[in-house]
């Protein structure tokens, strides 16, 4: 049975930093593209950033590069999203995504399997 936990999310003030964390059982992940992807009622789900299965190939929302990192270990079989200096509308609802391809892919219809998701809230 595949499963993705996320984990980290919380509140914290404007200008702040969070580290989110899925955790993957049940599939090869270090044979899988992984991907963060956040969602605010009502809106459609976005990307915001994902690694392939190796690692050596990330990308990033414009709207957040430059203050998030995605990492992954893969002996862990656990992927990170590092936020720092977080706003007001990077509130969401952050989910892990994982896919059967090696390869990342932006769009949510890429993944194959998510997890439940964590809240994140930003205080102005």
């Known amino acids: 049975q595949v499963q993705l936990v996320e984990s980290g999310g919380g509140l914290v003030q404007a200008g702040g930093s969070l580290r989110l964390s899925c955790a993957v059982s049940g599939l090869t992940f270090s044979s899988r593209a992984m991907g963060w992807f956040r969602q605010i009622p009502g809106k459609e789900r976005e990307f915001v950033a994902v690694?392939?299965?190796?690692?050596?190939?990330?990308a990033y929302a414009d709207s957040v590069k430059g203050r998030f990192t995605i990492t992954r270990d893969n002996a862990k079989n656990t992927m990170y999203l590092q936020m720092n200096s977080l706003k007001p509308e990077d509130t969401a609802v952050y989910s892990c995504?994982?896919?059967?391809?090696?390869?990342?892919?932006?769009?949510?219809?890429?993944?194959?399997?998510w997890g439940q998701g964590t809240q994140v809230t930003v205080s102005s």
């Open positions: 690694i392939s299965s190796g690692g050596g190939t990330t």
């Open positions: 995504a994982a896919r059967f391809a090696s390869a990342v892919s932006m769009t949510p219809s890429g993944y194959n399997y």
